[in-house]
């Protein structure tokens, strides 16, 4: 299964056009070596509403089935993409992240420190990754080989676990 993909960067500097975004062009990379197409990707300030409303948006709109956001996950003030994602997931996937902190931990003890969240909203999976391209690769990679089965579920193709389970 080929999942689309859209990539959102949450950064002040690199929407004011003040730095490069150096997290969304690697994270894209990432995404399409992993067999991911990437379907759109934006940079929108630390903004809540902001990020909230281009989460909705890319979920809603049946053209996404994982969104992948890159910053304003960490402790500084402005980092509001954890509670803008809350705002829009029906459900949490909490194992996604909590799988990719303790991988990433064996890595940087920073990855403890990472709030990115999990969720769903209707048939699109939304995760939240570090802001730096590195993290956003590391974190990317400890879950992709997961994601075709779950967006495959996702989008109603079976609840037949790959180890044979249901």
Do not use: Q
């Not at 989460?55 to 402790?75: E, Q």
């Not at 391209?133 to 994601?147: N, Y």
């Amino acid at each position: 299964m080929t999942y689309r993909v859209a990539v959102l960067t949450v950064s002040d500097r690199s929407a004011r056009g003040e730095r490069e975004d150096a997290s969304g062009p690697a994270l894209a990379r990432a995404v399409e070596a992993a067999g991911g197409r990437v379907v759109a990707r934006e940079i929108v300030a630390d903004e809540r509403a902001a990020i909230a409303e281009r989460l909705s948006r890319w979920a809603d709109d049946g053209a996404t089935d994982l969104v992948l956001t890159t910053g304003g996950t960490g402790f500084a003030p402005r980092d509001v993409t954890p509670e803008a994602t809350r705002d829009v997931i029906e459900r949490e996937a909490p194992g996604l992240s909590e799988h990719a902190r303790a991988a990433t931990l064996a890595k940087t003890k920073f990855a403890i420190l990472s709030r990115g969240v999990a969720g769903i909203r209707g048939a699109t999976l939304i995760v939240n990754l570090p802001g730096s391209p590195k993290g956003a690769c590391e974190t990317f990679e400890a879950i992709a080989a997961v994601l075709p089965h779950a967006l495959s579920v996702l989008a109603g193709g079976g609840e037949r676990h790959p180890g044979g389970a249901s």
